[in-house]
């Protein structure tokens, strides 16, 4: 409770009241009056000056380092980015199966070089050069038709450098092939594929000597199959010799080298290239024809080919549905000649040919090479299609006429 002064003696009034005297006490925390002159005048001149500085030195060095300091920055972010890719890449390459994909390219190639050989020739016009591949122990050699063709001497170099004469033993125009032999022993022949069985993106490889450059190896796909390519000595397409299309790396001087699988098999012997250079598109004879044909020309010094009588023909969409089809698989019979094995046989116009003695016909340029490679008087089972119903025709080849071109 609040007391009145009148109440008690506790405070009187002079202590109550200063006298005018006595000087005030300032208060700790009063600034003093200079301050507070300089607080109303302002910031000096000089400190005005000292902090204009400050911001154009600031905004000079933000322009001038900016840019390298981003850069920095940026080359900063990059390089780790890079290290931990790296990192990762080198972890990831110890345990992904690429090393062992690599190995198994060095294999294909260490397996067939020994069977790879390069061909020198001497020609009226001057010198030819190609490839070859060894096919026997005792030096028997497959090379194209056209690397040999008018030579008065041919020389076979080895893997191991080894030089040999060589004899023509036998060619084949229409494939260009020929069968060459040299007097070795203990070589290492190269082992035949099944080209029948290659499929459209199989990885192959290619072994010759690209421009005189020996036991050069490339790689690529097949791209395609059944390829007619184009005569120029006669203006017409080669029906006798449907090639493997690759894009393995084909040059001048690889042709009569080995085409190969991923089992380093011999599937194809280059042969062609589209244009006058490689554009991605080389050509090889099939090693189904290959092997057929240098048989042939060993056994018999000449390619003696079974013939059936008849022309093969592409089944268009249009005649599907006449011909009770599900599928344009096959070869359509568009003639047969008279007293041909094929009219003996009972074979009749707008039959399609299914089978040929256990192998599917995908196509009718197919059953040239199948007839081809027939040897004459075998007799050969060939289904077939005729009205939608399915028929097996028991047919004997017999050879074909040096003067006939189409079967």
Known sequence: MLNNANDGDFLNSEELQPTSNSPSPSSPSDPPVESLVRAERGPSLSGQVFWIFCCGAFVIGLWQLGPIVAERYQYSVSRGKAMAEYEVAKLA??????????????????????????????????????????????????????????????????????????????????????????????LIPAEWGNSQELAVGSIVWAIGSPFGFTQTVTSGIVSGKNRLTFDEKTRSFRTFQELIQTDAAVNPGNS?????????????????????????????????????????????????????????????????????????????????????????????????????????????????????????????????????????????????????RSR
Request: glycine share 10%; proline share 5%; aromatic share 6%.
């Open 93 to 186: 390459l110890r345990e992904t199966p690429l090393t062992s994909v690599s190995f198994a390219y060095q294999m294909v190639a260490q397996k067939i070089k020994p069977s790879v050989v390069s061909v020198d020739c001497k020609k009226p016009d001057g010198h030819g050069q190609g490839s070859g591949v060894i096919i026997s122990e005792d030096g028997y050699i497959v090379t194209n038709r056209h690397v040999i063709e008018d030579s008065s001497f041919i020389r076979v170099t080895l893997h191991d450098r080894h030089e040999y004469e060589a004899k023509l033993v036998g060619e084949d125009d229409e494939t260009d092939l020929a069968v060459l032999k040299i007097n070795a022993q203990g």
């Open 256 to 404: 009569g080298g080995p085409l190969v699988d991923a089992n380093g098999r011999v599937i194809g012997i280059n042969t062609s290239i589209l244009g006058e250079s490689y554009m991605g598109i080389s050509f090889a004879v099939p090693s189904a024809v290959a092997e057929f044909v240098s048989g042939q020309i060993r056994k018999n010094g000449q390619v003696q080919r079974g013939f059936l009588g008849f022309i093969p023909a592409i089944i268009r969409q249009e005649k599907v549905s006449a011909l009770k089809l599900n599928d344009l698989n096959g070869a359509l019979v568009n003639r047969v000649t008279p007293n041909s094995p094929a009219e003996r046989a009972g074979l009749q116009v707008n039959d399609v040919i299914r089978s040929w003695n256990g192998e599917p016909v995908h196509d009718y340029n197919q059953v040239y090479n199948l007839i081809g490679v027939t040897p004459p008087d075998k007799n050969v089972r060939m289904e077939i299609l005729r009205d939608g119903q399915p028929l097996t025709l028991e047919v004997t080849v017999t050879a074909r006429p040096q003067d006939l």
